[in-house]
């Protein structure tokens, strides 16, 4: 080894230069490298006395810890021994120098992951050494975009930027003006007819059910539903102190097999525990069979076409029978877009656009007055008498027959027998986009009448009034909590008047209702509440308990002549095909009058359209069945 002072060579084991009497200093073995986390240390400051770098040999590792003297030759070749071995490919760490004041600090180098570029520390230079290279900074991207085609990307950005607004404005201006075309800059005229239309429209579809209250309210008495395959038996009793001697019962039976569309039905009369008869019709395939209740009458059979088959195959056995005798499809297929324009064209073709009035006003829905959009038009005369013609045919569009109808009949014959002045002002109501209501003011000569027809449905809630100034009838629903609802019914011609309220609780499959009613024989009668009439007046109440259509219901009925109870209990179960399989046709003792319809009319000797009308209504088929079955019972 050589002196650190005078460069003399020494002995490995002497202690002092034999030349200088420098005392030599060994290198101690550098410690184990520790691995150094990923999260950096915090670094500290120690102060330490000043030394001078340590010369750096090639190939051999650096020690630690020992002064370095400036003006050391290097050599290289001469083996430098470690603590522990490095091996290539592991990275070195240098345990951190004490810093003195001044002196550039240093951090302990991280383990650098592959890939990932070697960053060092820097240190300070010897004489004839190679600075150690500082941080890599990053690479610019390879290919860099000439500063034309930068430029134009720019304007590409620009012009899409530009396109796209353009396109969100016109899908703006595009949304704004379905909104504003379809209400506020629509044709008035166009509009009227709209309403008008779509009220009637909404009218004739309950054409079908207009009746239907007072029956199974007050009597007990329906058409079948066929929701699935089921039988259900009604028993009614009917008691009354005026004819105590009498205890009536009657047993209807309904079934329906919504496989294949098989439907019965039955009545039976018991008088004192005693049957008095019993009829039934059956609809089995393509064949109708009638049986009589009275037993020596013939039973009837009748084949249908497959066309009617498929048409009312859906129905229930009543409301079938009733269509089938009429020759009515059921929904007869009513083009309203077509009636629409009819309207438009024919009907309101002569009136200018300018006589058609649009503003706002209040009606009454449901017993609340609500704001609404109108439109209005005032004509006279001729025009006067088209219009009303023209509303009236919609309003009866679902009633075919050929006899007048027409709710303004009165007027139009008093106008044909007198002339004089003519003028209608006809109003159509709109709320919330929804037509609601359209009503007349006619003055004839100074004689002024008024109509109100109005439609309204939301949900659970209904409110449907027909006000004609001689009759008024009126169906309203008003919600009054989850399940909860009021019902009211008036129907009112002049010499009979009748109300019924209902207060109805349905949740799940369960139903409460309790109802009170009112029925005036004769007489006038106040169509804003319940007439009262002295010694003519019928009063009662309704209460009905039921779970999956079983349970009970019970009518009581009292006047000043006496008093009705009528106690139904249902019973709802599955399909029982010994009420719906008919009892064997005997072609020597029964009618078979093949597939002419009018044969079975004329055998039957039912309704039909010459004299009634041709209408899908549950009042009407009810009485078609009844009509049938008691005309020969020989019951009164």
């Known amino acids: 080894m050589f002196c650190s002072q005078c460069g003399s060579q020494i002995a490995d084991n002497s202690v002092f230069c034999p030349t200088c009497g420098n005392q030599v200093m060994r290198a101690q073995a550098q410690p184990q490298a520790q691995v150094v986390q990923p999260n950096p240390q915090p670094q500290y400051q120690q102060p330490v006395p000043p030394v001078q770098p340590q010369p750096q040999y ?49 951090q302990q180098p ?19 050494q190679i600075p150690p290279q500082g941080p890599r900074p990053q690479m610019p991207p390879q290919q860099q975009k000439p500063p034309k085609k930068k430029k134009k990307g720019v304007v590409g950005i620009i012009i899409l930027v530009i396109v796209l607004v353009l396109l969100l404005l016109a899908l703006i201006i595009g949304a704004v003006a379905i909104v504003i075309f379809s209400g506020v800059l629509k044709n008035p005229k166009k509009m009227f007819a ?20 007072p029956l199974e309210a007050l009597f007990h008495l329906g058409v079948d539903d066929t929701q699935n395959s089921h039988t259900s038996i009604r028993t ?15 047993v209807q039976t309904y079934s329906y097999n919504k496989d294949n569309g098989d439907a019965a039905y039955d009545f039976t009369v018991n008088v004192n525990g005693n049957p008095t008869g019993n009829g039934s019709i059956y609809f089995t395939d393509d064949e109708f069979l009638y049986v009589p209740m009275n037993p020596d009458s013939p039973m009837v059979k009748y084949d249908i076409d ?38 438009a064209n024919d009907v309101l073709g002569d009136i200018p656009k300018s006589s058609f009035k649009k503003s706002k006003d209040t009606y009454t ?12 038009v005032t004509v006279s005369d001729d025009e006067a008498v088209d219009l009303m013609e023209g509303i009236s045919k919609l309003m009866y569009k679902g009633i075919e027959t050929d006899e007048e109808i027409s709710a303004f009949e009165s007027v139009l014959s008093a106008y044909e027998r007198k002339g004089g002045m003519l003028d209608l002002t006809m109003t159509t109501y709109q709320y919330k986009k929804t037509p609601v209501a359209v009503t007349m003011e006619v003055d004839l000569n100074g004689e002024v009448s008024t109509f109100d027809i109005s439609y309204y449905k939301k949900g659970s809630e209904k409110q449907f009034i027909i006000d004609t100034g001689d009759s008024y009838y009126e169906e309203s629903v008003v919600s009054k909590g989850i399940g909860q609802t009021h019902m009211t019914n008036k129907i009112d011609f002049g010499s009979a008047f009748l109300a019924i309220e209902q207060d109805s609780t349905g949740i799940g499959n369960s139903k409460e209702l309790k109802g009170t009613f009112e029925i005036c024989p004769a007489g006038d009668s106040d169509t804003d509440s319940m007439a009262t009439i002295a010694g003519k007046t019928i009063t009662g109440t309704i209460e009905e308990t039921s779970i999956l259509g079983n349970g009970v219901k019970t009518t009581e009925i009292s006047s000043e002549k006496g008093s009705v109870s009528i106690v139904t209990t249902m019973e709802r179960s599955t399909l029982d095909t010994s009420k719906i399989t008919p009892p064997t046709f005997l072609s020597e003792s029964g009618i078979d009058c093949g597939s002419s319809l009018e044969d079975l009319k004329e055998t039957l000797n039912v309704f039909n359209k010459d004299d009634s009308f041709k209408v899908d209504n549950s009042l009407v088929h009810i009485a078609q069945v009844y009509y049938l079955i008691f005309k020969q019972s020989g019951i009164r």
Request: net charge negative; aromatic share 8%; glycine share 10%.
């Open 58 to 106: 090639q190939g051999q590792p650096q020690y630690q810890g020992q002064p370095q003297y400036q003006g050391q030759p290097q050599y290289q070749g001469q083996p430098q021994y470690q603590g522990q071995p490095q091996y290539q490919g592991q990275p070195q760490y240098q345990q951190p120098r004490p810093q003195m004041q001044g002196q550039p600090q240093y």
């Open 194 to 213: 709209e309403n008008v239309v779509s009220i009637t429209e909404n009218i004739n579809g309950e054409i079908p059910s207009i009746g239907s209250i």
């Open 110 to 128: 991280r383990p650098q992951m592959q890939g990932q570029p070697q960053m060092q520390q820097p240190r300070p230079q010897m004489q004839g």
């Open 236 to 250: 009614t009793e009917i008691m009354s102190d005026a004819m105590s001697q009498y205890d009536l019962e009657l």
């Open 365 to 376: 829905i449901l017993g609340v007055e609500q704001k609404c959009k109108t439109v209005t």
């Open 306 to 343: 497959s066309d009617t088959v498929n048409s009312l195959k859906d129905l229930g056995a009543m409301e079938r029978f009733s269509l089938m005798v009429m020759e009515k499809e059921r929904g007869s297929g009513i083009n309203w877009n077509q009636e629409k324009k009819d309207f």
